[in-house]
C-alpha cells in the first residue's frame, strides 16, 4: 500500500484512509469472519509507518542503483523538464547501463 501511495503522490495519512475502507468492505464481503476482520484492523497504516515504508523502498531504490551502476561498463543518464496542468515543474531521469554479459543478473 505505501508504494501504491507513493506512486499516486497522494498524503501519507491516506493509509488510514484506505485502512478504513478495507475494513467496510470485510463488513460487507465477509461479516462473520472475525479472524479477516482482525487482520485488516491490524494492519499498520499510520502516517508514520507509510513514511518508514516509502523510506525504506527508496533505500532499497538507491541501493540498487547504486550497484547497477558500480557493475555498469558505461551509461548515459538524459534529464527532461516540462510542466504539468498546472504549470508545475516536472523532472524525468532516464538512465540507461551497459553491463558485459559476464555481468549481467541471471534471473
Known amino acids: 500500500l505505501a508504494w ?3 506512486l499516486s503522490k497522494k498524503p501519507y495519512n491516506e493509509g488510514e ?3 478504513k ?3 467496510d468492505v470485510v463488513e460487507i464481503l465477509s461479516p462473520e ?3 479477516l476482520k482482525r487482520m485488516v484492523s491490524d494492519v499498520q ?3 508514520h509507518t507509510v513514511e518508514h515504508r516509502i ?3 527508496n533505500m532499497a531504490i538507491q541501493s540498487q ?3 547497477d551502476l558500480h557493475a555498469c561498463e558505461y551509461f548515459s543518464v538524459a534529464l527532461d523538464e516540462s510542466c504539468d496542468i498546472q ?3 516536472q523532472l524525468a531521469i532516464f538512465d540507461s547501463l551497459c553491463q558485459t554479459i559476464d555481468q549481467r543478473r541471471t534471473p
Open 21 to 23: 475502507c478495507l475494513c
Open 45 to 47: 497504516l499510520s502516517r
Open 4 to 6: 501504491n501511495i507513493a
Open 55 to 57: 523510506s525504506d523502498i
Open 33 to 35: 469472519n472475525d479472524k
Open 65 to 67: 542503483l547504486h550497484s
Open 87 to 89: 504549470d508545475k515543474a
Open 17 to 19: 484512509f484506505i485502512k
